[in-house]
């Protein structure tokens, strides 16, 4: 069965600082996946999208997320920080490719200390 | 703002009644799906429904019955409530039936407590 794993309910990082939020996939199919932001009293917004293109993608606000196939990860990653970057994130993968139900990660909470 | 409106935004009520919530998908989208969020077990995909027909059903509880009507607009029916039904319900919406690798825009979610 396809699943996703977020290896930290929550990552602390100080403003200006790099951010890495840790995604794990499992997925019998050529993977879709996505990376969502969640803020507080907020719907979710998709930061970025792998659909099979380049390995390397890149998002909304400076963040990117590479899928590398050999280690079943799909790290998100953002180099300088800032405050309004505090939110719950979530890492999802389409359980049966394009035809497939999204299937969300636990989430990680980001807080960014000034 | 993502385009997809939902109401209302906050819903009280008691064990065994029976609610509605209401979605506005975006602008030219055909699909709409519902999620429910909650604390113990996270983000769940319920049913998605595309130009009128259910199209997926996910981890949607048989008390639970969804429709789309032609405007496009959809309501979800949670029946013969229980405390454990309290949770945020997100509805999306995306342009197509290619679920799984299409954007969904979420809307700001109905919180669901059920006292």
Known sequence: ?114 | DSGVTQTPKHLITATGQRVTLRCSPRSGDLSVYWYQQSLDQGLQFLIQYYNGEERAKGNILERFSAQQFPDLHSELNLSSLELGDSALYFCASSPRLVRGTDTQYFGPGTRLTVL
């Open chain 1, 1 to 114: 069965a396809q699943s996703v794993t977020q290896l930290d309910s929550h990552v602390s990082v100080s403003e200006g600082t790099p951010v890495l939020l840790r995604c794990n996939y499992s997925s019998s199919y050529s993977p879709s996946l996505f990376w969502y932001v969640q803020h507080p009293n907020k719907g979710l917004q998709l930061l970025l999208k792998y659909t099979s293109a380049a390995t390397l993608v890149k998002g909304i606000n400076g963040f990117e997320a590479e899928f590398k196939k050999s280690e079943t990860s799909f790290h998100l990653t953002k180099p300088s920080a800032h405050m309004s970057d505090a939110a719950e994130y979530f890492c999802v993968v389409s359980d049966q490719g394009s035809q497939g139900n999204l299937i969300f990660g636990k989430g990680t909470k980001l807080s960014v200390k000034p």
